[in-house]
């Protein structure tokens, strides 16, 4: 086994240096602005690293109605998630904008960051973008709610970042081309993803470990970005994951960076983005849990697994997990494939009690959660959003 | 999908009926649910492959990006 090539077949760098960049810089001051946030910030960092190649910029419009309704991108790429840049008609008009147009991207204090080569200004239906991607259009549902409070216009066409979008938490993040130096350094040919927003507990740490006796590194990549609230603070995350593996893990086969992006919740459609993300960064493996990037109920347990089946070409080898518990007459961590016993020796690793016992200033039990980790989560007076 | 959406977006290419069946073949007991989308991802694998890296990856890139994993600490 070898580490994967990037997604659709190379890895993109649209992060300008050199000549090109000071020729960017220069050629950014004669055109219309168009200020992002936080969250098109982070996208267009991940779009001009690789992270979401092949993309070079946001969907243009055959790109994000493909997506929409067949998952992929037009030329059958397997894509599952919507990166778009939307504008109201107000903005629209002020920049006068047409096909074919550039465009000067800035950050939200006006600093000139990135050329946007337009290609494609187009409408869309805000109910049908909810449906497809989220399968519901409950505005309870904070994916949803983000879609309905996105600007009438979307465009599309692709971007050169020249100026510095710094990443929070910078000493923790890799780019693909680091983490593909990194694995392939560390002599790693079979890496797993995991995918996480929370503190970890020993559930997840099985399901890592697990993953580790038959792969030669573990990639724990957790996405920073806006969350809703209730999920744990970015920091706390860090700071409980450092702890984790500065105590239970081999330095040589665990690897923790971040992936500044925000959660969406789209459930099945975002475990195959997620996929898709790690295949960049090389991994072989991608771990997929219960009700992988869920929220609420909207999304039955298994089916971020059962999605996998439509993409045998996605190029990245999933890996399901059942959910773990803690059995007290097996004496460890288990799941239901593997403990014969009922369900009154088990305790569960659920988010919600883990919750409440920290917000009262409890230690959980050493079954549920490393005691180092949980020192360090109980540091903060509010670990939550 | 409408006819017309379709044929704007999918082209019919001929193979020999003898590759077909082997194809046929070789997909069951896979999630390839067909001889196109089979063909269409061995394609795109070898189109991929020969098209050139848009930004060559230097030795030199590459020692600055070891450097940088060392004073981050995930080299030794």
């Known amino acids: 086994m070898s580490l994967p090539k990037p997604h659709g077949g190379r890895l993109v760098n649209r992060a300008l ?27 267009l960092r991940n779009i001009a690293h690789g992270i979401y190649s092949p993309l070079k910029g946001f969907l243009c419009e055959s790109d994000f109605e493909n997506v929409l309704y067949e998952k992929r991108l037009a030329d059958d790429t397997p894509w599952t ?38 290609e494609s200004i187009y409408g869309y239906d805000k109910g049908e973008f909810a449906e497809k991607v989220f399968l519901t259009t409950d505005k309870a549902h904070p994916g949803v709610t983000k879609v309905y409070r996105l600007g009438e216009c979307l465009l599309g066409g692709s971007i050169e970042m020249f100026g510095k979008v710094e990443p929070p938490f910078s000493r923790f993040y890799l780019r693909p081309v680091e983490t593909r130096v990194l694995f392939k350094e560390r002599g790693w040919r079979s890496v797993a993803g995991f995918q996480t927003r929370n503190v970890p507990h020993l559930g997840h740490e099985y399901v890592q470990k697990t993953a580790l006796t038959f792969v030669d590194g573990i990639f724990i990549n957790p996405v920073i970005g806006k969350k809703k609230s209730g999920d744990f603070k970015d920091e706390v995350i860090l700071a409980a994951y450092e702890a984790l593996l500065r105590n ?11 992936l500044p992006m925000e959660m969406r919740y789209a459930g099945p459609r975002e475990a195959i983005h997620h996929a898709i993300v790690r295949k960049n960064f090389g991994c072989t493996h991608f771990i997929v849990g219960r009700d992988h990037a869920g929220v609420g109920s909207y999304y039955e347990p298994y089916a971020a697994q059962e ?23 097996c004496m460890t961590v288990v799941n239901e494939k593997i403990c014969p016993h009922g369900k009154e020796f088990h305790t569960s690793f659920s988010g919600t009690r883990l919750r409440e016992m920290l917000m009262r200033g409890e230690t959980p039990p050493p079954e549920i959660m490393r005691p180092e980790v949980a020192e360090v989560v109980k540091q903060w007076k509010n670990p939550f959003v | 999908m409408g006819e017309k959406e379709k044929e704007e977006k999918f082209k019919t290419v001929s193979i020999p009926a003898s590759l077909f069946k082997k194809i046929e073949e070789r ?26 890296e848009e930004v060559p990856f230097s030795e030199e890139d590459e020692e600055k990006v070891k450097e940088r994993l060392k004073a981050l600490g995930y080299l030794d």
């Open chain 1, 248 to 258: 239970y893990y081999l330095k040589e086969n665990a690897v923790m960076s971040i």
């Open chain 1, 81 to 118: 998630i919507p990166i778009v840049l939307d504008i109201s008609e107000d903005e629209r008009r002020r920049l006068e904008l047409r096909d074919g147009d550039t465009l000067t991207l800035c950050d939200a204090g006006g600093r000139e960051v990135a050329l946007m080569h337009v």
């Open chain 2, 27 to 52: 997909i069951k007991g896979t999630e390839f649910t067909s001889v196109a989308s089979y063909v269409t991802y061995v394609l795109r694998e070898v189109v991929e492959e020969e098209e050139e």
């Open chain 1, 307 to 329: 999605i996998f089946s439509e993409f045998p070409d996605l190029g990245i080898v999933p890996v399901f997990f059942k959910s773990f518990f803690y059995c007290r007459k």
């Open chain 1, 17 to 43: 240096s050199g000549r090109q960049k000071e020729a960017a810089e220069r050629e950014a001051k004669e055109l219309p602005r168009l200020k992002l946030g936080e969250e098109l910030l982070s996208d």
